[in-house]
């Protein structure tokens, strides 16, 4: 029953996403632009009041190398849902290094916590379904600013929940049936906190620019299409704009908003 229900999201997110696209080669299509922006002030006002509190609070508790370990584990959890994403682009080379990556940071890592195929050279990857969308042509479709997770894209939000569907985590089940809630309650508080934390700066950036909200809809744009071409974006405008790249590792995001032309 659940395999059938993942494939009708499969079925569904390219039926989806494939209807919907920019008017324009390099367009962003923003045409619940209203709707995103009072997303983006909502979770601005979330953020101000219990995130960013939290996450400084967390850098001042905690050692670097604390805050390391659990960016580690977390990453290292992630694989599994990276590697079957590489499968499914067709990257045999991406494949073999995830694999290998959690292999050995499963084992000599410490579950993870040490992050030892860097180590060793072996290059990392964060893959996600709606990248592997993008790689099979699927457009993005509407821009889409999600309560508390942020900036997004018709196809990516659709990718979350096959990526969901991935992860072992989500699929095992103990004798404890509290034993499951609390692994993924944790899981995910966690990740929120330890990425937040990492992006204090980075939001602080975008707060500084004169619109936010269309910076971070050009930038969360020119940064999807570049992980689709697994490769970085030569001579791009916003370089110098915040990277969100990491709100990915566990389905977090941030957001922002103007009532100028759409990109």
Known sequence: MKFQA???LAVLTVSA????QPSQSGEVYDPWEGWNRKVYGFNEVVDKAALEPVARAY??????LFREGVNNVLSNLRQPVVFVNTVLQGNPDASGETFGRFLINSTAGVAGIFDVASALGVAKHDEDFGQTLG??????????????????????FMGRG????????????FEDRDLDNEIMVTRTVVGAIATRER???TIETLRDQPEPYIAMRRNYTSQRQAAIRNGKIE???????PDFDDFDEFGFEEESGSDQPQD
């Open 6 to 8: 993942v494939a009708a």
């Open 17 to 20: 996403c494939a209807t919907t």
């Open 59 to 64: 850098r001042v508790a905690t050692p670097t």
């Open 135 to 156: 790689v099979w042509g699927v457009e993005p479709g509407p821009y889409i600013i999600l309560p508390v997770m942020g900036p997004s894209n018709l196809r990516d």
């Open 162 to 173: 096959v990526d969901n569907a991935f992860d072992p985590l989500n699929w095992t089940e």
């Open 199 to 201: 992006l204090i700066e």
């Open 235 to 241: 001579d791009d405008p916003y370089k110098d704009l």
